[in-house]
Structure formats: C-alpha cells, structure tokens
C-alpha cells in the first residue's frame, strides 16, 4: 500500500485551517468596521452638541456609552438634557427620562430612539410642561444632506400644565403618532402627517357640549420647506417664508362624538410670522357648541348656523389674517407670532 507523500499532507492541513483562519480575519474586519462605526456616531454626536452650543443651547448626555456589538450600534444617555439661553438671561430647559438610540451597520442612516418618560420642559419661571407616557419610539433615516424621513409614535401621553400657584391642567390621549418625510417633486419640500387619538380635557369637554374623546387629524405639504437638522427650524422656517413659501393643508379634521370638523386650504406666514391663508370645509353636529360660542357673543343663532348645510353639514370658512382668525364675519381668536 501505498503511503500519502509529505505533500498531500500539508494541503490536507491547509483545507482543515483555512476556513477558521477566513473567519478570524472576517471578525478581525468586522470588529474594525463596528469600532469604526461606534467611533463615528461619537463624532456626530459631538458635532451636534457643538453646532448647538453656537446657537445657544448645551446638550448634556450623561453617562453616555456606545454598544451593540457586533451588529447593532446603541447610544445611551441616562437623562439627557438640553438647556437653552434666551434673551435678557431667560433660560428654558428640558429633561428626559432617558434616551437609547440604535442604528445598524447593515442599515446606515436609519436610527430608532427608544424614549423613557417623563419628558418634562421648563417654560420659564412660572411655567412648565411633564409630559408621561406608556411607551415611546422614534425613527429616523437621513445623512449629511439632511433627514428624508421622520417618525414619532407615542403611547398614552398625558400633558400636565403647570402655571405657578394655580392648579396644574392634565391632558391624556390614546395615543400620539407625527410623520414628516422630503416630498418629491420638482419643487423638494417636505409632507406632514400628524394624529392624536382621543384627547380628554374638561374644557374642551365644556367647550364642545359633550363628554367623548376627541380625535385629531393633519396632513398638510409644503413645497420649499425644507428642514435640515443642522440649522435652527426657525431659521429653515423663515428661508421659505421669505421665499413667499404656501403650505397646502390636504386634511384638517376634528372629531369628537356626533361632532365633526373637517377642512382643507392654504396657509403660509406673514411678515410678523403669524399665520396667514384660509381654510374651507363642513362642519356637522356642532348645534351645541355654536349655540355657547354665539351666546357669548349675545347672539341666539347657534342652532340656526348648526342646520345649515343639512346632513351635509354646515359650510365654514375659516380666514387667517393682519393676526386674526375669523369664520366668517365673527372674530375668534389673536393670532401671535409661532416663533
């Protein structure tokens, strides 16, 4: 017989290594590209931090600490916090629970931030907003260029309002979900879609004559409208109103039980940016909230208005103009500058 020569042997042992030496060199360059890409994202984050402190707002993001090996990366921050210096020394500030954000290697420039509550926000001295939740999320996917695409979907939020001595004002939903994503076309912008579910609050309970939820709806595009996470949304909001920019609200709705508000139109910013434009639509089953709205005014013609229009529902006009809102020739409310 005869026997294997020296030669055979040696690639015998070649093919019995070779596989475990491709995957040690494979976890040796993945290991470097993970490392790579923790390192990056601290980069990005430090860039943030500084752009925003240029601008008047510090962002501190305690205990911060980067895993996920060896496919996920996940930032971790135990309260941040972003603290912001306003005119004549005024300082406004905000605290969140906490805040872990994962992106994957395979999926570069899509991130998903998981949210812990209380969210709370210090208006000023007298003022402040806690916002809670049961659960919380947010996605998002953009580069260097800018975001293409956000998303923001809470759980049960519950808004407390507090104003110094008085008593705080809680408003909770079902839930809260906000779209924003680039808009195509020739002219890029950016589309909106917004809804709260079943808003309580006593108020609008008084307000409206009836004790259901009311549920919120919006969506709206912009073309021209830009924002970039590098700049201040101020300052992104007031390139387009300069540009004359308009925003075509698609879908404007409110309903709450029998009770139904549903409108479309233009809006866009004035020179004292306030909102200015116009929006149509029908209104059914609001007999009794037109009916207290024109008793303040001295009017018994609320449940006239409420008729009109028939199971189609009664035709409104809604004018926004020099810092007024109007329906119609009644007067309902101050307009202020958004920003």
Known sequence: MSRPSASSSRFSRLGLYLPFAILALFAALWSGVWAFGARRVGEVMDGFVAREAMRGRDWICPERSITGFPFRLQLDCAKPQVIEKGPNGLTRAATLGGLTLHGRITSPGHYIALLDAPLTMRIDADREVTLNWKSARASF????????????????????????????????????????????????????????????????????????????????????????????????????????????????????GQAMVDVSGVLGLDAERRLEGNLQGRARGVDQMLNGVTRRMGLEMGGLLGRLGGTQGMPIALVFENGRMRFGPFPLAQLTPLY
């Not at 949304?233 to 109103?241: A, P, Q, T, V």
Request: glycine share 10%.
């Open 141 to 256: 996917r953009g580069g260097a260029a800018g975001f293409s695409e956000l998303s923001v979907e809470v759980i049960q939020p519950l808004v407390k309002l507090g104003l110094g001595e008085t008593p705080d004002q809680r408003v909770n939903a079902k839930d809260f979900s906000l779209h924003l994503r680039r808009s195509p076309g020739e002219k890029p912008g950016s589309d909106l879609l917004l809804r709260i579910g079943e808003i309580s609050h006593p108020f609008v309970d008084r307000f409206v004559g009836g004790p259901e939820p009311m549920t919120l709806e919006l969506q709206s595009t912009a073309p021209g409208l830009l924002l970039d996470p590098t700049r201040r949304i101020e300052e992104s909001l007031d390139d387009w109103r300069l540009a004359r920019g308009q925003a075509r609200v698609i879908l404007a709705k409110a309903t709450k």
